[in-house]
């Protein structure tokens, strides 16, 4: 078991200066952190979930993009989080329970705060599944809830770090990664202060930061805001890069990035207008894993339970591992299929390299 890394040892001050006595203080016995991931080998790496570390070498399928819940209405306004909890739950542990039921056993969660996330839920289905669940910190586009809202980007870095290394409202509960958007056009400029303090936060911890953005030219202008505060791009997942073309994901991944395509199963895209075919996918997996084995992942990015109601989008998380995989192993063969489909999601969102 962990000790608690809630220890009168560490200051809120070496915190964020993050250094490696300060992020490696606590002894752990049983589970230990490596601080490099090996191309060829993610047995030995960990994920923090929302019940606890969890090793590499347990996970058999995963599903890299997805929601379980998620609210549209934005956290200033009197109907947000305002659901019939109840149904919320049994349909969360019934999409779970089928996913379960396909060998599936890890989900990165990338509901983050401002639209909707909920630790308890999470860890709730996760006890009654067996579901691993990865959950983010870091704030959606500028849906800033309004306790918030006057943090500088100091405080908002500060925030995040104790999300990843103590725990997320009052709980022991970690998030495993941050999540940040763009708008889809350009960097709005309320977005800014969100994703430099991303940035540090995840400098300090080692921790990936996951991008919500479609298009390659926002995409390029945030990695290059997040490399202006430190942040290497080797822990950088950038989400919904489908719409984009294909030099511009190999672009990325020559820098370090791993490319997630997501809308498996998808009859269309009416947010991004991406490609959903399962031809147009597998050819721009093939794109990167040709030369980039270890730097591309998909998912459905399937919201089980959305608020509005009316918002809910044309998905289904089961699709991937119902059809979408024979046609991966077909196209790739069996190994590379399975690092698109696994290795590469325990590589994305394995536990910051300077946290305990």
Known sequence: ?????????????????GTGAALGTLAMSGIAYPTIAFAADVKDLVLETVTGPVMGADIQ??????????????????????????????????????????????LIEWTNIGVGRNILL??????????????????????????MADLSVPDLADH??????????????????????????????????????????????????ALHCPKA??????AASLESEGFKLDRFVWGHSQPSKNEDHLEMVKRGATVQFDAISADSDPFFNGPTDDASMLDRIA???????????????????????????????????????????EKLGKDLAENVLRRNVIRAFRVGDKVA
Not at 1 to 17: A, F, Q, T
Not at 316 to 323: A, C, F, K, L, P
């Open 122 to 147: 999470l860890r709730h289905v996760s006890r009654a599944t067996g579901l691993n669940i990865v959950c983010p910190t870091g704030i959606y586009k500028s849906l800033v809830p309004p306790a």
């Open 61 to 106: 399928k995963a599903m890299a993009h997805e929601h379980l819940f998620v609210d549209f209405h934005g956290p200033n306004d009197d109907k947000y989080m305002d659901v019939d909890w109840s149904a919320a739950l049994g349909a969360s542990v019934t999409s779970a329970e089928e996913l379960k039921g396909q060998g599936v056993n890890l």
């Open 287 to 329: 794109n990167i894993t040709d030369k980039h084995p270890d730097q591309v992942i998909v998912s459905a990015d399937a919201s089980v339970f959305v608020n509005p109601p009316v918002w809910q989008y044309d998905r289904d998380n089961t699709y991937v591992y119902r059809y979408f995989e024979a046609k991966l192993t």
């Open 1 to 17: 078991m962990l000790k608690s890394i809630n220890d009168p040892r560490i200051s809120r001050r070496s915190i964020l200066k």
């Open 217 to 222: 030219a926002v995409a390029k202008n945030v």
């Open 160 to 209: 995040f770090i104790r999300e990843l290394t103590l725990g997320i409202d009052g709980t022991k509960i970690r998030a495993g990664f941050i999540k940040i958007a763009a708008s889809t056009e350009a960097i709005a400029e309320t977005e800014i202060p969100f994703h430099r303090a991303a940035a540090i936060a995840a400098k300090e911890t080692g921790c990936t930061i």
